[in-house]
């Protein structure tokens, strides 16, 4: 670490509360995608945010959606350009009894843990970004490299008008390098996750329909059950030992080289599968795997998970009935080189070709494609190199993890990581950072950038 870098992270220690006061506001504005709560004033309360912090920014109205807030930093001192990605808006926070701490808009620390919706997820990650700037910009009066700080509001809804903008602004969004901060450090290592690459994430909902209305189920022998359907359905999809069984579904996948399976090693030596298990709240996982192959599933194996089945009459007592209609809704995350419009079209002749020719299949097709980098790149390797000074020891590498929109359009090689603490409860009730970690995680940005800039 240079005398330097140790002049922005003073810095930093020295306006902890403000950073943390900062956060607070920011949580406790609502911005729900899903919902299309609060996001036009959560863009207007961060771009206000950054204006006070010395860092442009402009809000980018959308057709669809909310807006996109965009700013640059120019730097005199390096010729290079990062775009760092972040999201201000959040998860719905239902079920809304399960919060403690005064709820999911509270931003309440105890005992050192700020509580609230988009704590970690990824509001944190935004403000590390811009508070690493202002750091640069208070000490050095200048930042490292150019820096395009890019941040939507749709994410959790997989960016469905970020794609068509960023078509439209490719040479605003150029850049030598982009990064993510969104997540949490290695369960039981404490060091951060370096991601080299995303899986897409195809979301279907299939519907089966049986008769006009709701009948008598005295009548099941003579109409259709869309339950049945779907269930039929499903069990083609995959089978018991999580085999995919769509024809050609994983034609082109890629397949870790050595290097990849060396960083899986070393994550398997490292992390704390116990640990892993207990946040999970299972005893063990699926189809007995452990170690090396557990981690080598869940980066390389391709999913088909059951989100939820809707569908006939749950509530109290019992109502004899054949339901008119059945509902389900899957998501398939997709590896490298598996498209996901090849793959929707897969899935359509398979369910046709099955006999389910009746069950409507209604696919997010503008899911982007997944992509992989490799650890050579200049911004993986100035990631590895920042996470190394921040905390003392190599990052736990990861060949994939689970942002295409931009790289769609503008490709620009990209790493994910991020610096929450382990049991920050993404998506969840009580999501929350402890403020050592978001502190440190702005460390953790500024580093990236001052490597960056050097490379």
């Given amino acids: 670490m240079t005398r330097a870098m140790q002049e922005i992270y003073d810095y930093i220690d020295a306006h902890a509360d403000e950073f943390v006061a900062d956060l607070q506001s920011f949580v406790r504005q609502p911005s729900i995608s899903a919902q299309d709560i609060g996001l036009q004033d959560c863009a207007e309360l961060l771009r206000d945010m950054m204006h006070r912090d010395g860092l442009p920014a402009d809000l980018h109205a959308l057709p669809e959606g909310p807006p996109v807030v ?3 930093v120019k730097s005199r001192s390096s010729a290079k350009s990062l775009l760092c990605y972040s999201h201000y808006d959040v998860q719905p926070p239902e079920p809304i ?7 999911p808009w509270s931003a309440e620390i105890v005992d050192g843990v700020l509580y609230g919706r988009g704590a970690t997820d990824n509001k944190s990650g935004v403000l590390a970004f811009n508070k690493a700037a202002k750091a640069f910009l208070a000490v050095r009066g200048d930042v490292p490299v150019t820096l395009k700080l890019l941040i939507e509001g749709e994410e959790e809804i997989g960016s469905p008008n970020l794609g068509p903008w960023s078509e439209r602004n490719k040479d605003m969004l150029a850049a030598d390098g982009m990064h993510c901060l969104d997540g949490s450090l ?3 290592a404490d060091v951060p996750d370096v991601s080299l690459g995303l899986k897409s994430i195809l979301f279907v909902e299939l519907v089966a329909r049986g008769p006009r209305t709701d009948v008598h189920s005295l009548n099941f ?5 869309p339950v049945w ?3 039929h359905c499903l069990g083609t999809i995959m089978d018991r030992d999580r085999n995919i069984l769509i024809p050609d579904w994983a034609e082109g996948i890629y397949v870790p080289d050595e290097d990849h399976e060396g960083f899986l090693r070393d994550k398997a030596s490292r ?9 999970m709240g299972v005893d063990s996982f699926v189809l007995g795997r452990d170690g090396v192959d557990a981690l080598r599933a869940r980066t390389y194996e391709p999913t088909a998970n059951i989100q939820g089945i809707e569908a006939g009459y749950m509530g109290k007592g019992t109502k004899t009935i054949v ?12 590896i490298p080189n598996i498209s996901p419009i090849k793959a929707a079209e897969k899935l359509r002749a398979h369910i046709k070709a099955q006999g389910f020719d009746t069950i409507e299949v209604n696919t997010f097709e503008r899911a982007e494609e997944p992509y992989k980098i490799s650890a050579k790149e200049d911004i993986a390797g100035s990631i590895i190199a920042a996470a190394q000074e921040v905390y003392g020891e190599p990052p736990i590498v990861n060949g994939v993890s689970a942002e295409g929109a931009v790289l769609r359009h503008v490709w620009i090689p990209c790493v994910l990581t991020g610096f929450a603490n382990p ?3 993404l998506h969840a009730p009580d999501e929350n950072i402890h403020v050592d970690k978001y502190i440190k995680g702005i460390k953790y940005a500024a580093a990236i950038m001052e490597h960056f800039g050097r490379t």
């Fill in 423 to 425: 049991g920050c409860n």
């Fill in 221 to 225: 022998p003579l109409v259709p059950n």
């Fill in 323 to 334: 339901p008119a209609e059945a509902r389900v809704r899957l998501d398939f995350r997709l």
């Fill in 229 to 231: 359907d779907l269930i």
């Fill in 271 to 279: 992390i704390d599968f116990d640990l892993l298990r207990e946040e």
């Fill in 186 to 188: 290695e369960i039981g």
């Fill in 97 to 103: 009894e399960a919060w403690t701490h005064g709820g």
């Fill in 70 to 72: 965009f700013g640059e």
